[in-house]
């Protein structure tokens, strides 16, 4: 009597259809999805229907007065914001922004300063007609990429462009430094590149000990950064310097932070930072980098990574790389850092060493 046909080959067409229907899917998320997702945001940030929205719901009749749009097309296109969960319907058939529109599509507020996507829209609404709809030209060598505000910022104005979408997405890193970063104990921290301030003002409130910050930026982001720190009465703790952090020696301190500065930067650029780092600490003082993950914990590409990516391929010489991640293990060990380790979490890991 033959053995019964195992139940997994059956119907190995359908196997092969399964496998063939989840590269279809993904096929069609980068054919279709990012082309509805981007012009959709796009065009509901242009009517300003987000904030139309912001403060109660409104009928379809109400929002095509408020925005100037023939009712009927208005109709079409907020059906599909409630498809794509960005807006509902209540029991009276006004439209809403659902919580997710609420958190990632209004502008920047104390509710959601720290984790808004609503400031890269903005940006993107603007560089993708001027960048990335020419991509085959700028890979041709007929065109470069051009940020829309001087690089480096030479103004306040320039500077609040770019910090704005910096501390937009600052929730998670600043939480993985404030849950783990090795800070006891330190009385002075060097944050290099701190950004507005925002990760240095929670590290101060989570360590009594560190009686100084010292934060480095760009001249023209110096003020941006003292109001931010004395808005929350840390101006005694948190002081912001202009210094080259290429080319400047880094002062004397306990620890260096670099806070989404170096994933960019191939593994020669970083230890070049970090060589600098090393010779500002004593013996003890430790090392702290906190990177963006090209893949999250769940091996899901990280766009966010990719899309400061994409702009590089536009420059040269491009000081961008993808890393294999554990080569700071490497960078550590050639400047005499020790005990290193890491810690992974929501998309960013934490690498921590201490000078021998």
């Known amino acids: 009597m033959s053995s019964p046909v195992p139940a997994a080959a059956e119907h190995p067409a359908d196997v092969l259809d399964d496998a063939l229907y989840e590269q279809y899917v993904r096929a069609c998320d980068m054919t279709y999805r990012g082309t509805v997702d981007l012009f959709v945001l796009k065009a509901a940030y242009e009517l300003g229907l987000f904030g139309h929205l912001a403060e109660q719901p409104q009928s379809v009749e109400a929002l095509a007065t408020a925005t100037g749009s023939r009712l009927n097309r208005l109709v079409k296109f907020t059906d599909m914001l409630v498809e794509m969960e960005l807006l509902t319907r209540d029991a009276e058939g006004r439209l809403a922004l659902t919580p997710f529109a609420r958190q990632f599509f209004l502008p920047p507020n104390p509710a959601n300063e720290n984790l808004t996507m609503e400031p890269f829209v903005r940006y993107a609404v603007t560089i993708m007609e001027r960048y990335h709809l020419h991509l085959a030209k700028v890979i041709r060598g007929e065109m470069d990429f051009t940020a829309l505000t001087p690089w480096p910022p030479r103004t306040r104005e320039d500077s609040a462009f770019y910090e704005e979408i910096h501390r937009s997405n600052n929730h998670f890193v600043r939480n993985l430094l404030v849950e783990e970063a090795d800070l006891e104990g330190v009385t002075h921290l060097l944050d290099v590149g701190g950004g507005n301030g925002d990760i240095a003002i929670a590290l101060a409130k989570r360590f009594p000990s560190i009686e100084r910050i010292t934060l480095v930026n760009l001249p023209s982001a110096l003020e941006i950064v003292r109001d931010n720190v004395a808005a929350h009465g840390l101006s005694d703790r948190i002081v912001p310097v202009a210094l080259d952090m290429y080319r400047d020696p880094y002062p004397a301190c306990d620890a260096v ?3 989404r500065i170096l994933y960019p930067f191939n593994a020669q ?5 970090l060589g600098k780092a090393q010779a500002a600490l004593p013996s003890g003082g430790r090392v702290i980098v906190a990177d963006m993950l090209l893949r999250d914990e ?21 000081m961008m790389t ?6 700071y293990f490497d960078v550590f060990q050639q400047l005499g850092l020790v005990e290193a380790r890491k810690v992974e979490r929501h998309g960013h890991v934490l690498y921590q060493a201490r000078k021998g």
């Open 257 to 259: 932070l670099f806070a």
């Open 298 to 318: 769940r091996g899901l590409a990280n766009y966010d990574y990719l899309a400061h990516f994409l702009t590089s391929v536009g420059v040269d010489p491009a």
């Open 269 to 273: 650029v970083c230890a070049m930072l």
């Open 322 to 327: 993808f890393k294999r991640q554990d080569e």
